[in-house]
């Protein structure tokens, strides 16, 4: 009796479970570990590879294009990370509280992070024309000078960092707010009594209790970070971008234009497990320093 | 009370910098997407005039017409590959939720841990062997090809499942004891009972799937079956001067998610804070 009852139970979980196991193991699963596989393999898209060791590895390590692509996309997630989470920090704090028209800020400020990088990116491109552009006008009607913004090699990165942090501010203002919600007021009331100040009690009170959100803000930040791509894209050059002279081509922009321009598959397939393993370093270390700074005792 | 005394409860020094502050972030926050709405109807030599006008001195709508000849198509790829992979989603997320929170069996944990795990591998990170086996499948260059690979959503399974541990078990032992088979709880019990996240799930899916960027841009290259967003790219990049016709096309874009937000705001950020939230 128990043995076809337990075979009909399998069937169930089966079949429940295979529409998303059959997409998570055919194009997630499988491709991480192929990843690996094909780095060790010379192939560049047709009928024919052969194995290589770690030579792409070795090219790799010796490419300036990787080396500095690596550079890129670390100053590229310190500064939109930090910029991202100080902005959406502050403004969940000021939004936090009896605030007129509350509702509309917050809905106007998190509105960006929805929509289209691609919109999003030919809007700023326009408003930042180094020529005749709005904002360049502006600076000059208020006497300072034109700025090459995306143009220039020297202020392009910084000019794709800020609208990042325009964009995507307001999701991360969001999740703080509901960090702030979550905060027992009877921790705040107790302050009062003990006459503790404003200052006081952000230093003693708030930011201690949101070190989770904060803890979630960043690594989700610094994996999508990681990621950006379509900003780059439109705002610097399309499919030979990642100019002006190569300095804003971040590490998966590197790999999408090897394995994709140029068919060096392998070769790209290195770089996309040195991407693999960087974010695995950065979330296990986080994971181990989180109990050093995070407090779940919550509210 | 004196008007001295209401003047001082209510304007503070520290509220009008407060109030000083938000108002300035949301004027930086409207610009582009005022200007994405304007410049959409303004004629070329308007657009960069200084300082900016709200609205169109000559409103035209030469900037969509000369978008008639491929956007009409792209706008319909888009809204077929996002419906599709909406509808996959849908079912890929609640299925797998509903094994992950009311079947038991062994390896359960361990897969709900891996599905997660997946949530921080980058898409590029994983494209090539992807792209291989897609084209293994004979799917490259087609809209299946796009579907397929987005079926999957581990974001959608953890979302579903945290809500369907909220459902009690008793009611689904209730059903059970009447006879009625898991595939039937699914549907008549669970499902019902999950408006508010299937809703969540469905907006995310469709926001992200409208904007997406780069899958399509890997496995489509005919013309004839381009999304939006890639439609745009090429737009910019074959015509590289006319600042209208691709605000209008940013537009076009921009509206649907739009109009989804400004109904279903609440759905979006109830979706942002679930993710937050540690299960």
Redesign the interface.
């Known amino acids: 009796m128990t043995a076809p009852r337990s075979m009909k139970n399998r069937l169930v979980v089966a079949s429940f479970l295979l529409p998303s196991f059959l997409g998570f193991f055919v194009f997630v699963l499988l491709p991480v570990i192929a990843t690996v596989g094909v780095s060790l393999t010379n192939y560049s898209g047709g009928r024919t590879f052969h194995l290589v060791g770690l030579a792409n590895y070795v090219s790799s390590l010796k490419s300036s294009a990787f080396l500095s692509s690596l550079w890129i996309t670390a100053r590229f997630v310190v500064f939109s990370v930090f910029f991202q989470l100080l902005l959406a920090f502050v403004f969940a704090l000021m939004l936090n509280g009896k605030v007129f028209a509350r509702t509309f800020f917050r809905g106007l400020y998190f509105l960006p992070s929805i929509l289209s990088s691609i919109a999003i990116g030919l809007a700023f491109a326009l408003l930042l024309n180094p020529g005749e552009g709005p904002v360049n006008m502006f600076l000059q009607s208020v006497g300072i000078s034109k700025q090459p913004w995306l143009t220039s090699p020297r202020t392009a990165l910084g000019t794709i960092i800020f609208v990042s942090v325009w964009q995507s501010f307001g999701y991360y203002m969001v999740l703080f707010l509901a960090g702030l919600q979550s905060i027992n007021p009877s921790l705040y009331e107790s302050a009062n009594l003990d006459g503790a100040g404003l200052l006081r009690k952000l230093v003693s009170i708030t930011v201690p209790m949101l070190t989770p959100t904060t803890f979630f803000c960043i690594t989700t930040a610094i994996i999508k970070g990681f990621q950006v791509f379509d900003l780059i894209y439109i705002m610097t050059g399309g499919q030979q971008g990642g100019g002006p002279s190569g300095s804003t081509t971040v590490l998966v922009y590197d790999i999408y234009r090897n394995a994709f321009m140029s068919f060096r598959m392998g070769y790209a397939s290195a770089e996309a497990t040195v991407l693999l393993l960087l974010l695995l370093a950065i979330t296990i270390i986080q994971y181990r320093s989180q109990r050093g700074w995070v407090s779940y005792d919550a509210a | 009370m004196t008007q001295r005394n209401l003047s001082r409860r209510r304007v503070t020094p520290g509220r009008v910098v407060?109030?000083l502050?938000?108002i300035l972030?949301?004027v930086?926050?409207?610009?582009?997407?005022v200007?994405?709405a304007s410049?959409s109807f303004k004629r070329e030599d308007e657009?960069?005039t200084?300082?900016?006008s709200l609205i169109p001195r000559i409103p035209v709508l030469s900037n969509f017409s000369a978008l008639r000849e491929h956007f009409p198509l792209y706008i319909w790829n888009s809204v077929k590959v996002t419906t599709s992979i909406v509808v996959?989603q849908f079912?890929?997320?609640t299925?797998?939720a509903?094994?992950f929170s009311k079947?038991t069996?062994k390896f359960r944990d361990t897969?709900f841990l891996?599905?997660i795990a997946?949530i921080?591998?980058?898409?590029?990170?994983?494209?090539?062997?992807?792209?291989?086996?897609v084209r293994n499948l004979g799917l490259y260059n087609s809209h299946a090809a796009v579907v397929?690979?987005s079926?999957?959503?581990?974001f959608g399974?953890f979302l579903c499942r945290q809500y369907f541990l909220t459902i009690p078990d008793s009611l689904l032992e209730a059903a059970r004891i009447d006879g009625a088979?898991?595939?039937l709880i699914?549907w008549r019990v669970v499902l019902p009972l999950s408006a508010p996240v299937i809703v969540t799930v469905i907006i995310f899916s469709f926001?992200y799937f409208?904007?997406d960027?780069?899958t399509p841009?890997?496995y489509l290259t005919s013309q004839t079956l381009k999304t939006l967003?890639l439609g745009?790219?090429d737009f910019?990049?074959q015509y590289n001067i006319a600042?209208g016709p691709?605000?209008a096309?940013?537009?076009i874009?921009?509206i649907p998610?739009?109009v989804v937000?400004l109904i279903g705001?609440r759905y979006?950020?109830e979706g942002?804070?679930a993710?937050?939230?540690?299960g």
């Not at chain 2, 993710?275 to 540690?278: P, W």
């Open positions: 407060l109030y502050v938000l972030a949301a930086a926050v409207l610009v582009p997407l200007v994405i410049s657009i960069f200084y300082p900016m996959l079912i890929t997320a299925t797998g509903y094994a079947l069996w897969l891996l599905y997946s921080m591998v980058p898409i590029q990170s994983i494209i090539i062997p992807q792209f291989i086996i397929l690979v079926a999957f959503t581990a399974v088979s898991e595939y699914f926001r409208w904007n960027f780069f841009l890997i967003p745009m790219a910019v990049n600042y691709q605000m096309a940013a537009l874009s921009i998610v739009l937000f705001q979006f950020v942002v804070v993710t937050g939230i540690k």
